[in-house]
DNA sequence: CCCGTTCGTAACAAAGTCGTCACCGGCTTG
DNA sequence: CAAGCCGGTGACGACTTTGTTACGAACGGG
């Protein structure tokens, strides 16, 4: 079963999610300010943290940081624990990298269902970024290939890149702004038309596999596995 | 104001409760054994249940179960009482899905804080529910996606919205006013009919599934989870 | 340095969507 | 029971959004 570990100064708090969590299954590691947190985190390679925003040595946000720089933790769900909801979008905001919230007080239930949401997008998400395989579109992330009916098809670094995001979060659609700011990474400075002018490349390219590429009118695109 | 399920099987509880809940101005519905709660539950559609753990018919911890499973009635917080502090772990406990306890006997200014704090809870929370599903009517956020007798629904970004808002807020009548600002983000710009107009497009594509939009004339529209 | 590729922008046509209106029937109210 | 209000319905014109094509700038390799 998976390990979690729990980040948070209140020793009331830590035993409440710790019983929800060994109730569940789950393998628990504690630590209470952020100089343990982050030698824990390296030491146990958790599957996800539960990590509280105001916590003694380090804080909250900047345990943040710092996880997603190392490359050995860079890659491990966040559930934030904020008190206040006006914190809400600086925790997920830009750099800070957490992927999910909950405002305290907490439910339990609810808490268990964020961590349980998050360890289930990671694993759906994880296990197919490397190569993904829609009927007889092929993509391999790693090789930078694409095949269509066993036949290479030829994409510039743009195309690939935003058909990859597209693949990578299937059933969601993206709007173009969110698209612009994945794939062509920076914002504002370029025109959303330009999407569409891509996804029409990518279309064309792919034949008749383009029928994976969804336009959902006013909204933006969205990749369909079926 | 919110309404409140107060659900025990003795009658001095039950009053002082009310009593409370009515001084803050809930509205209280009540129940005195399991069976009754379910059903009273399912047809008032409460923003909060007060349960008794001790309760005749069906138990205390069943009832919650059983809510949790009914998708009308999933998402609303349940605030457990028990006499006994030992059961509080199983009350919390992964599946049992109780969002808060309160141990008797206790203090109504305590049950009462408790009370305020879930709704307080589930305001900033609600708004994030990503999939729902309602008998055979399934709508799910981020893919923007209607499906209704596992057929696929489309909706224009407007109507998309508009859905999607009222069945966040099911159960409670929305104004046409208060749907112009929610969904059309904008105010008096507007004429109130546009919504009426929008109603009947979805109801059109909805088809027998658009049961689940009421009409409350002279205040608005309301979406209906049963 | 030149040529070919790739990319972002612009312009236009086609398609889809939206808000309004007018009419009608039913419900409410006095 | 009659008048008035309210919501359902269908139609329509204006507007928005997207697909498509074309073009020039930026870039990179030879």
């Not at 990298?97 to 268990?112: I, N």
């Not at 395989?133 to 994409?155: I, M, Y």
Request: with cysteine; charged share 30%; glycine share 6%.
């Amino acid at each position: 079963m998976a390990k979690i570990l729990v980040v948070d100064d209140e020793p009331d708090a830590v035993e409440l999610v710790e019983f929800n969590l060994k109730n569940a299954g789950f393998e628990v590691v504690t630590a209470a300010d952020g100089a343990e947190a982050l030698k824990k985190a390296r030491a146990a390679l958790p599957d996800l943290i539960v990590l509280d925003l105001m916590i003694p040595e380090v804080d909250g946000l900047e345990v943040c940081k710092l996880l997603r720089r190392d490359a050995a933790t860079a890659g491990i769900p966040i559930l934030m624990l904020t008190a206040k909801a006006a914190e809400i979008d600086r925790v997920l905001g830009l750099e800070l990298g957490a992927d999910d919230y909950v405002t305290k007080p907490f439910s339990p239930r609810e808490l268990m269902l964020r961590i349980k949401g998050l360890l289930r997008r990671r694993e759906t998400t994880e296990a197919k970024a490397e190569r993904m395989q829609f009927g007889d579109l092929v993509l391999d992330v790693p090789a930078h290939s694409l095949t269509v009916n066993n036949k290479r098809v030829e994409l510039t670094a743009t195309e690939f890149k935003l058909l990859t995001i597209l693949a990578q979060r299937r059933g969601r659609v993206q709007s173009r702004d969110q698209l612009l700011k994945d794939v062509w990474e920076y914002d504002n400075v370029i025109d959303t038309r330009t999407v569409d002018t891509h996804m029409r490349r990518l279309r064309e390219k792919l034949g008749k596999a383009a029928k994976h590429l969804d336009t959902v009118r006013g909204v933006g695109y969205r990749f369909v596995a079926g």
